[in-house]
Nanobody, 115 residues
Framework: QVQLVESGGGLVQTGGSLRLSCAAS????????VGWYRQSPGKLREAVAS???????MYVDSVKGRFTISRDNAKNTVSLQMNSLKPEDTAVYYC?????????WGQGTQVTISS
């Protein structure tokens, strides 16, 4: 059984930083594509960042230069370091892992940026 557990969300002021973490059980992050989506009220879920088996990373344009995704193979975790946060980054952030035709999701963690 695959389980993803996110942590690290919260409330910060504009310009602040947060670090999200996602721990997996039942699946290895190392050999699969993993990453983060986010969803704000009234908006579609948006892909934020991802990292594939080779280590290549992808970011949505709006977070480039501010967010960094990383993977710890030993701990089987993936993290998202978020700096220079803006009110428009406010959303529920979801961790995911993609294995073949299956995608597994975490429960989400709320990130709120106050102006």
């Amino acid at each position: 059984q695959v389980q993803l557990v996110e942590s690290g969300g919260g409330l910060v002021q504009t310009g602040g930083s947060l670090r999200l973490s996602c721990a997996a059980s039942g699946i290895s992050f190392r050999f699969n594509a993993v990453g983060w989506y986010r969803q704000s009220p009234g908006k579609l879920r948006e892909a934020v960042a991802s990292i594939v088996e080779s280590g290549s990373v992808m970011y949505v344009d709006s977070v480039k230069g501010r967010f960094t995704i990383s993977r710890d193979n030993a701990k089987n975790t993936v993290s998202l370091q978020m700096n220079s946060l803006k009110p428009e980054d406010t959303a529920v952030y979801y961790c995911y892992v993609r294995n073949g035709g299956n995608t597994y999701w975490g429960q989400g963690t709320q990130v709120t940026i106050s102006s």
